[in-house]
């Protein structure tokens, strides 16, 4: 008896997995632009330009990494520079 589910399901399976392609396809046809990639597709989805990376940070934000990761590095020279005169 399992063995006949197992076969029904497959076929189920391979009927709606065939449905699934014929919807991709009216989808391509209907959105062409969308064959180049997926990420394409969630890029615009977030407001970015097409081809364009989200951006993660705004600009003030990376002013103040920026300012922050300049105190750090001054930071790790001075402390260079001390421990080379010991």
Known sequence: MHDKQRQWARIGAAVRLEALERERAAILQAF???RRTRMLAVRDLNGSAPGELPRRFSAAARRRMS???RKYWARRRAAAKKDRAA
């Open 32 to 34: 062409p632009e969308m």
């Open 67 to 69: 300012a922050g990761m």
